[in-house]
């Protein structure tokens, strides 16, 4: 008998470039997790979490394909496209799971998530609770769909100010949103693709005297998340990672009192470049030197060649998490 897990599904979309559900399907041998037009318009960030409809079934085989049909709305037009998931390694990475800090128990991944990117990228992801893992990328292609062919629940996207409207809704594109466009810009549709670029490196983190790490919370410009702790942190191999979008750091000073510090978000051209302007040629160090009281951070990426400056980054002191 095949293991089984208890899994769910959800889709994911840049804040930018919000999509419409069509239909889609997570397909297992045993069950089939199926999307439409309910889902509606989402955008809730790269990598983040979409809606989530609940399942009667509780335990299902791991997913061995993907049919997904949606909408691109800033780009006017529906992409499509069935693909084959990586089943040994969805398989593999249930079966790993990994130890929740929290509760100190091994746990496993329990949500599918499926991302839409422009020009109909897509990217899958298995996330659980403080990790999130890449499993697939694949292309879809554009088609042509028309409102007397659409399906009775999905002719409502093909009014003729349909997508206009939904871009002028303050509950998608919000403010904070609309401004960032507006003074920089849509993100180029080949981001997506860039933020997959993985470089072999690890943390080396300075804190002041007496002062000793707890847990490292990673997050990813790739949508991925890691959260590393304990013995992981003490042996703090080089491992092939994308470039970071924010970290988080638990640590105790020398009077044991539990701080907090977070880059959140590193600056997105500088430290592409710079990863890029280093390249895979021997592994990196993202090095973070705390000041002696803890309240600002030098931080750079090093390899036996290179060192670079990272100047623009944005970070926040949590001077007591006790």
Do not use: C
Not at 14 to 32: C, L
Not at 167 to 194: C, F, N, W
Not at 197 to 218: C, M, N
């Amino acid at each position: 008998m095949e293991e089984k897990f208890e899994w769910t599904g959800t889709v994911s979309a840049p804040e930018e470039y919000p999509i419409e559900v069509y239909k889609g399907a997570i397909i297992a041998n045993d069950f089939t997790y199926g999307f439409d037009a309910i889902w509606g318009t989402q955008n809730t960030g790269w990598g983040n979490d979409g809606g989530i409809m609940s399942v009667s079934t509780k335990q299902m085989e791991v997913p061995d394909s993907l049919n997904f049909t949606w909408l691109s709305l800033i780009e006017k037009k529906f992409y499509t496209g069935k693909w084959k998931l990586d089943k040994n390694r969805i398989a593999t990475l249930f079966k790993e799971g990994f130890i929740n800090e929290i509760s100190n128990k091994k746990e496993t991944y329990t949500l599918i998530k499926i991302g839409l990117a422009p020009k109909g990228r897509v990217v899958v992801w298995l996330t659980g609770a403080g990790f999130q893992t890449e499993v697939g990328a694949y292309q879809a292609h554009d088609t042509t769909i028309t409102a007397d062919q659409a399906y009775e629940n999905a002719k409502y996207m093909f009014k003729p100010d349909y997508i206009q409207l939904t871009l002028a809704d303050s509950m998608v594109m919000k403010p904070e949103i609309k401004a960032r466009t507006t003074q920089y810009g849509q993100p180029e549709m080949d981001i997506y693709e860039v933020y997959r670029k993985r470089y072999d490196w690890r943390p080396v983190i300075t804190l002041p005297a007496g002062g000793e790490a707890s847990s490292l919370f990673y997050n990813f410009w790739n949508g991925e998340e890691e959260n590393r702790f304990g013995k992981e942190l003490i042996s703090n191999s080089y491992s092939s990672r994308a470039v970071p979008h924010y970290i988080t750091l638990i640590w105790k000073d020398k009077d044991a009192r539990k701080r907090g510090f977070e880059i959140r978000p590193f600056n997105e051209k500088e430290i592409i470049a710079a990863f890029a302007e280093l390249g895979n040629s021997s592994p990196i160090d993202l090095i973070i030197k705390l000041n002696e009281n803890g309240t600002d951070a030098q931080i750079s990426i090093k390899n036996k060649e290179n060192e670079i400056k990272l100047i623009n980054s944005k970070i926040k002191i949590n001077e007591n998490l006790d």
